[in-house]
Each structure stands twice: as structure tokens, then as C-alpha cells.
T-cell receptor, first 114, second 110 residues
Framework: DTGVSQNPRHKITKRGQNVTFRCDPISEHNRLYWYRQTLGQGPEFLTYFQNEAQLEKSRLLSDRFSAERPKGSFSTLEIQRTEQGDSAMYLC????????????FGPGTRLTVL | GDSVTQMEGPVTLSEEAFLTINCTYTATGYPSLFWYVQYPGEGLQLLLKATKADDKGSNKGFEATYRKETTSFHLEKGSVQVSDSAVYFCALSATNKLIFGTGTLLAVQP
């Protein structure tokens, strides 16, 4: 049973550039979540998918952010026109039907916007 | 809205000391409660959970009991090790998401 994987682990970009992160959930999990964690804080919910459908988005997810899960397997999170305030750890989690509350997290992608 | 409050850290202990990290919550309904642990530069690992009142979650010597009357889920361990040094997050399940506390840094000295 492989865990949740995320790529890249680290990303450094310049302000105004676009970045894309990938998440591969645990294989039998149909729910996938994205969270953002800033230094010294707990993770904050951004959005979640059930299979390929994006069912909820947080107000934190501005229109510069877009997430997809086209075939109900891996997901991508894109940030357009990055700002320094986007610097954070982006965490992906997944859960299975029947126990949707129990979420398993990946190692995260650390984004630094210069 | 739903929220989680954790004791502020850092908590500094000597090896083999007893650990308590306090966590209280505010929620409508009856959420599941979780403790996650985060080692430096890594994601969150699920440590333990409890799904209903009076349930006790346990794992790797850590325990927490779901106390509905005091809306608490305090984390305890009888004898900490240096390898337990990490940030611990308390969380509750809200509709389709987890809500986390701000985390408590635990530093265990040999």
C-alpha cells in the first residue's frame, strides 16, 4: 500500500510565474483534498474532489488557483501569476469511501515565491 | 464555526518524562477527532483517532480520549523519547474537510 505522493517536493519560482503541483492519492481512495500550510500554522482546507468532481472550494482558493482531477486518479493544483503570499506548503490528502473523515497526507510541496 | 484550540508550545521535556498536550474543540454535531504528527520538512502522519464520545485512540504509546462533556481530546504519552520531537496537530472532521489547531512543538532532550 503506497502512500500519497506529491511532486515536486520543492519549488522556487519568481513572482508572476505559473506553477503546477501534482498529487497521486492512495490507489483505492476516491476522495482527494488540497490544503495549504503556512509557517507556524495548521493546514487550511482549499478544495476536495470525489472521483473527478470538484465538490467544494474554500474562499482561500482565489481565481488564480485551479485544481483538476481529470480521471479521478491524480490531481494537479495550478497557481497562476504567483505572489509572495502564495509561499507555503501545499499538502494533498486522500480518503476512501466508507471512512471519508480519515485523511492520509502526502509529504507536501514547499513553494517559495521570490 | 467549528474550531480547534491547542496549547501553545514549545513543550520541552526530558527523555522518559510524561507528556500531555491539551486540545479542546468547538463543533456542531459529533465530529471525529484526530491527532497528526509532523516531522521537520515532512507532511502529516496520522497518529490516532476517535470517532465518538468516550472512545480512546492509541498508537505508538500515545493515547487520547474523546471527552464530549469537556469538548477535549488531550494527547498523552507515559514516557517520551527524543524521536518523538515533532509538531503535533489536533484536528476535527467538519463537513468534507479537517479543521486543525495551530500545532504544538514538542522538543525532547536526552
Amino acid at each position: 500500500d503506497t502512500g500519497v505522493s506529491q511532486n515536486p517536493r520543492h519549488k522556487i519560482t519568481k513572482r508572476g510565474q505559473n506553477v503546477t503541483f501534482r498529487c497521486d492519492p492512495i490507489s483505492e481512495h476516491n476522495r482527494l483534498y488540497w490544503y495549504r500550510q503556512t509557517l507556524g500554522q495548521g493546514p487550511e482546507f482549499l478544495t476536495y474532489f470525489q472521483n473527478e468532481a470538484q465538490l467544494e472550494k474554500s474562499r482561500l482558493l482565489s481565481d488564480r488557483f485551479s485544481a483538476e482531477r481529470p480521471k479521478g486518479s491524480f490531481s494537479t493544483l495550478e497557481i497562476q501569476r504567483t505572489e509572495q503570499g502564495d509561499s507555503a506548503m501545499y499538502l494533498c490528502a486522500s480518503s476512501r469511501s466508507g471512512d471519508t473523515d480519515t485523511q492520509y497526507f502526502g509529504p507536501g510541496t514547499r513553494l517559495t515565491v521570490l | 464555526g467549528d474550531s480547534v484550540t491547542q496549547m501553545e508550545g514549545p513543550v520541552t521535556l526530558s527523555e522518559e518524562a510524561f507528556l500531555t498536550i491539551n486540545c479542546t474543540y468547538t463543533a456542531t454535531g459529533y465530529p471525529s477527532l484526530f491527532w497528526y504528527v509532523q516531522y521537520p520538512g515532512e507532511g502529516l502522519q496520522l497518529l490516532l483517532k476517535a470517532t465518538k464520545a468516550d472512545d480512546k485512540g492509541s498508537n505508538k504509546g500515545f493515547e487520547a480520549t474523546y471527552r464530549k462533556e469537556t469538548t477535549s481530546f488531550h494527547l498523552e504519552k507515559g514516557s517520551v523519547q527524543v524521536s518523538d520531537s515533532a509538531v503535533y496537530f489536533c484536528a476535527l472532521s467538519a463537513t468534507n474537510k479537517l479543521i486543525f489547531g495551530t500545532g504544538t512543538l514538542l522538543a525532547v532532550q536526552p
